[in-house]
Nanobody
Framework: QVQLVESGGGLVQAGGSLRLSCAAS????????MGWYRQGPGKQRELVGL???????TYADSVKGRFTIARDNAKNTVYLQMNALVPDDTAVYYC???????????WGEGTQVTVSS
């Protein structure tokens, strides 16, 4: 059973930074893509960004230039560095991965990020 465990959420003031981590229970080379989604209060879940097995990344327009996704293959961990946070970034952030072989999606349980104005 694949597990994705997020950490690093919390409360931060506008303009601040946070780094989220997503630790996978298996070698992340087994995933064709990993990344982050978020769901703000009263909103639908939306894409934040994705990273492929190499270094190719894609980001939502709302976070480009502020958020960065990186992966540490040795630690089986994906990170989301969030800078210049704004209140609209307040959401539960979910780690996401797709299995390379069966194309099955996996989700973490989420970590809360709250940005105060």
């Amino acid at each position: 059973q694949v597990q994705l465990v997020e950490s690093g959420g919390g409360l931060v003031q506008a303009g601040g930074s946070l780094r989220l981590s997503c630790a996978a229970s298996q070698n992340i080379f087994s995933f064709s893509v990993m990344g982050w989604y978020r769901q703000g209060p009263g909103k639908q879940r939306e894409l934040v960004g994705l990273i492929g097995s190499g270094v190719i990344t894609t980001y939502a327009d709302s976070v480009k230039g502020r958020f960065t996704i990186a992966r540490d293959n040795a630690k089986n961990t994906v990170y989301l560095q969030m800078n210049a946070l704004v209140p609209d970034d307040t959401a539960v952030y979910y780690c996401y991965a797709v299995d390379s072989y069966a194309s099955l999606p996996y989700w973490g349980e989420g970590t809360q990020v709250t940005v105060s104005s």
